[in-house]
């Protein structure tokens, strides 16, 4: 080459690249959030654990203790069962729940996998909207049908979070019983325990999925309403992304009372005819009156009244005030024939 030939070099970029933070965990989506079949919290960590090869017992105690607890996390009762932890022995479905251990632990995985949309593994959107007591089972609970079909089509097995309330006894998918004792050893389960596969037993390791289940034995007026029911508790759980803000008590009392507003019209035409819209019309004064600025029990009252209301939960939550009046205006002219 000639000396005073040019030569044309490649520019180089010396700006430094923009690397988003790494989490110190697996950024571990969670499965099914936004619908009915979304995950629950403890089935998540306990994947979580499955994901990086060790058990919940390691994965707490090396992980998420210390970030809970700070520097008390080395207490001798997590060393013996990690589930002392979340406050009881048991670890019961609470966990799921809406509780503060259930936000503190939120908090601590979603640090740890850089995910922001672990919240709605649990029921903390509906806190001091929706009363927590009495809503979970104590143990864990299993769809024996879903599971062996997860297993059969080599999908990820898991936890729905509709599977930790109490309420909820029969899969939609499958129509069976869900079951809620280890068919090999007859045990109760705790939600989280030291060591747990998803889909087995965590004190006799046996398989927890079987090609039948069992039926339930319900008659068909009972069969509607328990599949109503069911669905009102999976469109809880599926609006809470959809929601993009924390809901409040103020503004599901106002959609309350201008249901009341509606039934109370509908009932003065024809007292005998609504005998059953009578007894959940004086439950919803009960919970308007006494109860005013507290949570709404969801099984005993929000189901039943957007039931009689023929509106579906995601219809309550998600319709803003004028909306739903009119959805309720053309229900009530069509069922209780309001003019
Ligand atoms: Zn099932
Ligand atoms: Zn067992």
Not at 126 to 135: A, M, N
């Amino acid at each position: 080459m000639k000396v005073d030939e040019c030569t044309q070099l490649e520019m180089w970029d010396l700006q430094k690249l923009a690397i988003p933070p790494r989490s110190r965990l697996y950024h571990l989506e969670p499965i099914g959030v936004g619908t009915p079949d979304t995950e629950s919290l403890s089935s998540y960590l306990s994947r979580l654990a499955q994901e990086h090869c060790v058990t919940s017992q390691k994965l707490i105690r090396g992980e998420i203790a210390p970030r809970m607890m700070g520097q008390n996390y080395e207490s001798p009762l997590i060393k013996k069962h990690v589930s002392t932890l979340f406050s009881n022995s048991d670890a019961k479905p609470a966990i799921n729940g809406m509780r503060a251990k259930t936000k503190s632990l939120v908090e601590a995985l979603e640090q740890l996998t850089q995910r922001p949309d672990l919240s709605f593994l649990s029921l903390l959107t509906w806190k001091g909207v929706i009363k927590e007591r009495g809503l979970f089972r104590q143990y864990r609970a299993w769809c024996p049908q879903c599971n062996q079909q997860w297993r059969q089509e080599s999908k990820v097995i898991y936890e729905p979070l509709l599977w930790s309330f109490k309420e909820v006894d029969v899969c939609l998918h499958h129509h069976c019983l869900l079951v809620d004792e280890c068919p090999h050893c007859s045990s109760r389960l705790p939600v989280i325990a030291n060591s747990l596969q998803l889909g087995f037993c965590s004190r006799c390791k046996g398989w927890l999925g079987s090609a039948q289940g069992e039926s339930p034995v319900l008659k068909t007026d009972e069969l509607e309403w328990n599949k109503y029911q069911i669905g009102s508790i999976g469109d809880l759980i599926a609006v809470a992304p959809q929601l993009g803000y924390q809901p409040k008590l103020e503004t599901l009392t106002k959609k309350l009372q201008l249901i009341l507003f509606g039934f109370e019209r509908a009932f003065r035409q024809d007292l005998t005819r609504f005998i059953k819209l009578g007894k959940i019309m004086e439950q919803l004064k009960i919970g308007l009156g006494q109860h005013y600025n507290k949570p709404f029990h969801l099984i005993q009252l929000v189901i039943p009244v957007c039931y009689q209301a023929d509106i579906s939960l995601a219809q309550l939550f998600l319709e803003d005030f004028n909306s739903l009046g009119e959805i309720l205006l053309s229900n009530f002219q069509v069922n209780y024939r309001l003019t």
